[in-house]
């Protein structure tokens, strides 16, 4: 397809950011036809400039396009208008690389990285021309393949994929990708009970569910469970060397370098820490070596060490240290985008070149150390005010700090305690300022939370109501943002949801939801009337309480971290008890992914 | 440290006419550091390449004459510099030309006497009667090229600087035709 004999120039100048849709970046990969035997578009359902700032979408392109014969190309959801544009004009979903349509592709894979996308799923199907629905599709359509955090909980999207992959995909999307090669031609529904024998790999359509009277699961099956793929060896693993570098100004604008994959501390209210269990790290020899020739491929001005807590890795010091002086000349900062709330993270960020003296950011989470305790950030007071007056001492202007509000167990009283803290640090930190993010807690699968209800939006305002009137006496120095509990809302309710929702999201999306994740496109009126019109109560998704002895719908799928110990952990909350980082060899506290 | 000062002038042909002035300078700044070029930075807390153009080119207008301003810390031969450029950017954009300045010399916007454009239609515009030329913008000459019907005009004097967009709309007000492309053809000096 020949996007500029499609759409005139003055098409093109009516949309909005043009240059998302040309392609063209430097790095991307352009395999001729006649060496590809399998082709691979890989989509995802979020704007260029998220999905462009993904770093799981650029190791599965490096990956898939490493290996003869395998093409891969990229596809993002279109803006609203230039999507309008692409159905009045019959211009199919392409990729942007050889600007083929999405349905020729022999698969297309979907990164599911937030529960919001789900709608924006369904719009790039139908803007490529693909039946919604597995069932629906013919031999003659591509497999449509799901992977991301979201793939933990998949069952509110099961019915639109073909395949879901738990877990790490570097090793088993090679793996998938040998199965379409042997079998290509053969029927699909062969291919999908081959692909579903590779570990990890999960095919919706071979289990079924049922349900309960007052909407309970009754039974899944078969019983068997899926568990996740994780990479054993981080050093061993494949890194890009080279990543397309966009024209636009991206989320994410500069070279990703993930120095270690999980996270050790055990928040329970955090998916990412137990979907991504174990703590790996990559070694710093090999992270000086992939930074150095990334910014020669590439020429980005910013590395950015990337883990769920930086100052965890073990040589943070050293790497931080080293990769500065060896990036010195060529003008490249290094940056740590996550910060464990202490004092050595302050002196680490302290070495950092970089000269944004700005604001640092942390994640309190609560404002009180017993409702820390129970969502087990074992933060001090005492650390906070600490770290802050470090933070301070060295220079930089303001702290952006993290809570949540929702949170199972919360008082009144924890909530006056984030103004407290905010006004503590005022006055350690003269004429310095707090900068605080709110965001309503809402409960996932998989973690210690996920048997708790999810806080109502009129609650959730009263709390809010309590702050307003708590933070705004406190002046300019103190500014706030908080998250729409709308969004929150439907984000709750998807995230434990069930198969049965794939209808509210299918009419939700045929009422002209898209874009979900953004305030301008987000209308909680149509999820409503969404569940209304399938008879499905919105509330007990979200606001009920679940028995230990619940099937949950994600029953069949595992990180490896046992209900049990999950169980466990949130009877401990309740307790308002603490569990220490685990440590290979000491704290172990048989989580069950080791 | 020495400087050595360079004007490069490069293309920017479709589809990059659809990436902004802001886009543009990212990209040279990034394949600059591809290409090991010893780019002179600016002093401070943060370093940016001694890096000016000239005036910004509207979206959806490409170029065959587009011009930058660059210091470097080393003496390189123009022939050097496009060929290490010209590893690190498409065809689409590439560098045409390299000469060496004098430090002092005026910058881009100050040194240009006029700029050529071409606007292609997909119609003919051959009834259409010519625009008054004493706006400063002069119609030099038709052609027909291919399929379609090309206009020269030249912007000169206070017109230089003029926005051939706002030209575009101009032209479809008159001539009831909006340009199906338009290109910088050349600066004159």
Same mark, same amino acid.
């Given at each position: ?12 100048? /009516? ?14 990969? %352009? ?156 029927? &699909? ?71 270690? =994959? ?9 998916? *990412? ?23 020669? /491929? ?40 996550? %910060? ?15 000269? &944004? ?58 909530? =006056? ?48 109501? #309590? ?25 709750? *309710? ?101 | ?5 360079? =004007? ?22 990034? @394949?600059?550091?591809? @290409?090991? %070029? ?26 065959? @004459? ?18 290490? %450029?010209? &590893? ?9 030309? *390299? ?60 017109? #230089? ?29």
């Amino acid at each position: 397809m020949d996007l500029e004999k499609t759409l005139s120039r003055q098409e093109m100048l /009516s949309i909005s950011k043009p240059a998302r849709y040309i392609g063209r970046e430097w790095n991307i990969s %352009l395999k001729k036809k006649e060496d590809v035997e399998i082709s691979v578009a890989l989509a995802f359902p979020d704007l260029y400039e998220i999905g462009m700032s993904h770093l799981g979408l650029k190791i599965l392109y490096y990956i898939l396009n490493s290996l003869p014969g395998v093409r891969a190309e990229r596809a993002f959801a279109p803006w609203p208008d230039m999507g309008k544009m692409m159905k009045e004009k019959n211009i199919p979903l392409y990729s942007l690389e050889n600007k083929i349509p999405l349905r020729n592709f022999d698969a297309v894979g979907i990164s599911l990285q937030h529960e919001l996308n789900y709608t924006n799923v369904l719009y790039l199907l139908d803007l490529a021309g693909i039946p919604l629905r597995s069932e629906e599709r013919g031999e003659e359509f591509p497999l449509i393949l799901g992977g991301g955090p979201c793939a933990f909980n998949p069952e509110p999207v099961s019915p639109f994929f073909d395949v879901f992959l738990l877990g790490e995909g570097e090793e088993a999307i090679v793996e998938i990708v040998e199965i379409l090669r042997v079998m290509k031609g053969e029927k &699909r529904s062969d291919v999908l009970s081959e692909l579903a024998k590779i570990e990890g790999c999960y095919v919706p359509l071979l289990y079924s569910v049922s349900y309960h009277p007052d909407g309970k699961i009754k039974n899944i099956s078969p019983s068997r469970v899926v568990r996740k793929r994780w990479v054993k060896n981080l050093d061993g693993a494949p890194y890009p060397q080279k990543i397309i570098v966009p024209y636009l100004n991206i989320v994410h604008d500069r070279i990703p370098l993930e120095i270690a =994959r999980g996270c050790t501390r055990g928040c329970r209210f955090c998916q *990412a820490g137990m979907i991504y269990r174990p703590h790996r790290e990559r070694s710093p020899e090999k992270v000086i070596e992939l930074a150095e020739k990334l910014v020669k /491929s590439t020429g980005y001005e910013e590395v950015s060490l990337l883990s769920l807590s930086s100052t965890d890795y073990s040589a943070i010091e050293y790497l931080v240290r080293d990769l500065s002086f060896r990036l010195k000349e060529s003008k490249v900062n290094v940056s740590l985008p996550s %910060l464990r709330m202490d004092a050595f993270s302050v002196e680490v960020a302290q070495s950092l070149q970089e000269v &944004r003296r700005s604001g640092l950011t942390f994640a309190p989470e609560a404002g009180s150390e017993r409702l820390r305790r129970v969502i087990n950030k074992g933060l001090t007071d005492e650390d906070i005010f600490q770290t802050v007056e470090k933070t301070f001492s060295s220079g930089w202007r303001e702290v952006k700090l993290y809570f949540m509000i929702g949170l199972p167990g919360e008082r009144e009283e924890d909530i =006056r305690d984030i103004a407290n803290l905010v006004k503590e640090i005022l006055g350690r930190g003269k004429k310095k300022g707090v900068h605080l993010g709110i965001s309503a807690f809402i409960p996932k699968s998989h973690t210690p939370f996920q048997w708790t209800k999810q806080e109502e939006i009129k609650s959730l305002e009263e709390k809010m109501a #309590i702050l307003h009137s708590l933070l705004r006496p406190l002046g300019r120095r103190v500014r706030y943002n908080w998250s729409d509990f709308e969004v929150n809302l439907v984000e709750g *309710a998807l995230s434990r949801g069930d198969r049965r929702i794939s209808s509210v999201i299918e009419r939700v999306y045929r009422k002209g939801g898209v874009m979900d994740n953004w305030r301008e496109f987000f209308s909680l009126r149509r999820w409503q009337e969404g569940f209304e019109e399938e008879g499905l109560d919105l509330n007990f998704y979200t606001h009920r309480e679940r028995d230990r002895e619940e099937i949950f719908p994600w029953e069949h799928l595992s990180p490896g971290v046992s209900k049990d110990f999950l169980w466990k952990e949130y009877q401990l909350s309740q307790e308002e008890k603490i569990t220490p980082p685990c440590q290979e060899g000491k704290n172990c506290y048989n989580c069950g992914v080791c | 440290m020495d400087k050595f000062r360079y =004007r490069v002038k490069h293309q920017k042909i479709a589809p990059f006419h659809f990436i902004s002035q802001l886009d543009l300078s990212r990209l040279w700044s990034r @394949a600059f550091r591809r @290409a090991g %070029l010893p780019v002179a930075y600016s002093q401070g807390f943060n370093p940016r390449p001694l890096l000016s153009f000239g005036p910004a080119l509207p979206l959806g207008v490409e170029s065959r @004459a587009e011009y930058w301003d660059v210091f470097l810390y080393q003496e390189l031969s123009p022939e050097e510099i496009l060929m290490i %450029l010209n &590893r690190e950017v498409l065809s689409e954009l590439k560098a045409e030309e *390299a000469n060496i300045l004098p430090l002092s010399f005026p910058s881009i916007s100050r040194s240009m006497k006029g700029v050529r454009y071409s606007y292609y239609f997909s119609q003919s515009i051959e009834e259409k009667a010519g625009l008054s030329p004493d706006m400063g913008i002069e119609e030099e000459k038709r052609e027909v090229v291919g399929e379609l019907f090309v206009v020269l005009f030249l912007f000169k004097e206070e017109k #230089i600087l003029y926005s051939p967009a706002k030209w575009a709309e101009i032209l479809r007000k008159e001539w009831g035709e909006s340009p199906v492309r338009i290109v910088k053809e050349e600066v004159l000096w």
